[in-house]
């Protein structure tokens, strides 16, 4: 596959935007904010970053992607639907008893997916743990993941945090989806964590503040995060909850909530607009 | 071999002895690498051990990492903490997953001793046996757990293992006809009245309730359940079946351990009187190992009774 860049990639995340928001209104189930605020994030490692083969999601010397914020598994199915890892039809089937898709990522059953996750705070160890895995046998690939700000109120993530950087894992890039809500409210109220990348850089990560919808912003920390040596790299990109619904952007109460029919055809009408801007430009 | 040592001593010796030979064999720990023996290991490969400092959710979630990339971690800590206090990490990240991960668990049951109630995990057992796919298993000497620790190794998936602070008599190396093989349990000694099905340290216990036993004329059966999960049913239901009582022994809560899996097994399949001996529904306190599992009745003597009573209700 070609890298895609730009607009390309602004048209594909809106696609994926678009499949993952249509997969919960069937599910009438899912979490439509956080999987709109990283779908960005999502499509630049998928579709310029990583490397990685469709056909053959086990190779040994693919990137590793971890989920850690599992829940926007929605936005990641329809990323690796996109990408040609199963059918795009499948993600009609999120969530219903008898698919491969369920409600948080499972390595087990679905290709592409490099960790069970959905228990926040848990997924940045195992993508350490990887990454600690290729410096020990001397492989040359990368391991990504993607936290919630959110999720970084569990005491785990500090702890992975510490470890990475003991260990150096200049092999291991980290975002952080700052979207500022969390189920209860704004993580300012409920657990303030900011300033959350002096905190990160306090642990001996190395940081890089970006907005998380802007694609050349995005390449280019990843681009730095792959120059960086002797440390891991923490992206933490602003985004917004619910990206380009209208009436979900910044609404803490579209965490986990389905939108019914007529909500998602308002969804629907709104990222086909962006789609088609986008398109004629 | 003869003599005694701690099965957390054996652990920390066959770590060392079967690293060359499998090389994807990598240790965690979580500073406590002196009391869970994996200090030996450290020492002679450096490059294989990872200190995770004093934080045992994320050493398991590490560990499934490095499972996930093709390497075989053993995450050790004590029962406590890598069962208790990493128990949702051990389900989600290692469990559900089904990754190749080796939960350690030293210092289970009481007889850590001195340290008392918040060191001294009597729930690993059956917290661990909670978990969809993972093998429990729990060596009764330090030759049971040299040959654990290569079969877990040749064994691909999630598994618990635990080991005992106390030495302990090397008795199964000159046992005629012992084998090991996970999910299997020894027969240690034969007997038709009773039988004494017991994991770990208990099952020394069981051989010398036995000679008690013995000497008033009750013969009872000792087998040997180094793996809690997958339980070996023919071997329990045969006891059940010929000895027509069992009596089950564990340095753990008699909630949900060996216990209730017997318990669980046996009222279904063949139901005969099953007493569990082990911990009672209480937390543990400090004193030596052995002023400890006197002070909660895990001695000969008490097992012994608890199969008189076994025998007893038989014959209701």
């Known amino acids: 596959m070609e890298k895609l860049y730009g607009k390309d990639l602004a048209i594909m995340a809106n696609r994926a935007r678009l499949l993952a928001v249509d997969a919960i209104h069937r599910a009438s189930s899912g979490h439509p904010g956080g999987s709109l605020s990283c779908a960005d994030a999502l499509t630049a490692l998928y579709f310029n970053e990583m490397n990685v083969d469709p056909t053959n999601p086990g190779w040994d010397a693919r990137d590793r992607f971890v989920l850690s914020k599992g829940h926007c598994a929605p936005a990641l199915y329809a990323v690796l639907a996109l990408r040609g890892y199963f059918p795009v039809e499948d993600l009609q089937q999120l969530r219903s008893i008898h698919a491969h898709l369920s409600g948080h990522p499972d390595m087990r059953h679905v290709p592409g997916v490099d960790m069970s996750t959905g ?11 990887m990454a600690l895995a290729a410096k020990h046998q001397g492989k040359t690939f990368r391991t990504y993941a993607v936290l919630g700000d959110g999720e970084i109120e569990e005491g785990q993530i500090w702890e992975a945090f510490m470890a990475a950087a003991k260990w150096k894992l200049d092999n291991l890039c980290a975002f952080i989806d700052v979207n500022g809500l969390q189920i209860d409210g704004a993580t300012a109220d409920v657990m303030p964590s900011e300033p959350i990348d002096r905190k990160v850089e306090a642990f001996n990560w190395h940081v890089i503040k970006i907005d998380g919808h802007d ?13 960086t040596k ?8 602003k985004t917004v909850k619910g990206k380009g619904v209208s009436f979900m952007e910044n609404q803490a109460g579209w965490h986990g909530k389905a939108p019914n029919d007529e909500q998602f055809a308002q969804a629907k009408a709104d990222l086909e607009a962006q789609i088609k801007k986008l398109e004629e430009n | 071999m003869a003599g005694k040592i701690a099965t ?23 500073d406590l690498a002196q009391a869970t023996q994996t200090k030996d290991f450290a020492a ?3 490059e294989r051990f990872f200190d995770c400092g004093i934080a045992e959710s994320n050493m398991v979630g590490i560990a499934a990492g490095l499972a996930a990339a093709g390497l075989k971690p053993f995450a050790c800590s004590f029962a406590m903490f890598s069962a208790g206090r990493a128990y949702e990490q051990v389900r989600n ?3 559900y997953p089904h990754l190749n991960v080796k939960i350690v668990g030293s210092h289970g049951g009481i007889s850590v001793g001195e340290d008392g109630a918040t060191h001294q995990c009597t729930e690993d057992l059956a917290l661990m046996r909670q978990i969809p796919g993972m093998l429990v298993v729990n060596p009764c000497d ?6 654990a620790v290569e079969a877990l190794l040749n064994y691909n998936g999630p598994a618990y293992l635990r080991l005992s602070r106390p030495a302990t008599e090397i008795f199964t190396d000159e046992l005629p006809g012992y084998r090991f093989e996970l999910g299997k349990g020894a027969l240690i000694a034969g007997g038709d009245d009773v039988t004494i099905a017991a994991t770990g340290m208990m099952v020394s216990m069981a051989r010398a309730a036995r000679e008690i036993l013995a000497a008033e004329g009750i013969s009872a059966r000792v087998l040997d359940i180094h793996t809690i999960k997958p339980l070996d049913e023919d071997l329990i239901l045969n006891a059940a079946f010929e000895t027509g009582a069992i009596v089950t022994s564990e340095e753990a809560s008699v909630l949900g351990g060996l216990g209730g899996a017997v318990v669980e097994l046996v009222s279904a399949k063949c139901p005969v009187p099953v007493i569990r001996h082990g911990v009672e529904d209480t937390f543990g306190r400090s004193g030596t190992a052995n002023a400890v599992l006197e002070y909660y009745g895990l001695t000969p003597e008490m097992l012994a009774a608890k199969c008189r009573e076994a025998v007893h209700l038989k014959k209701q």
């Open chain 1, 215 to 227: 694609f050349a912003q995005i390449l280019s920390a990843l681009a730095e995060a792959r120059q």
């Open chain 2, 93 to 95: 990240s290692v469990g």
């Open chain 1, 230 to 237: 002797g440390q891991p790299t923490a992206i933490v990109m």
């Open chain 2, 44 to 46: 002679a490969y450096p």
């Open chain 2, 142 to 147: 330090g030759n049971e757990m040299r040959l």
């Open chain 2, 8 to 30: 957390r001593g054996a652990f920390g010796k066959a770590l060392v002895n079967l690293a060359e030979k499998y090389p994807e064999l990598v240790v965690l720990d979580a």
């Open chain 1, 119 to 129: 228990s926040l705070g848990q997924g940045l160890s195992a993508a350490v743990g």
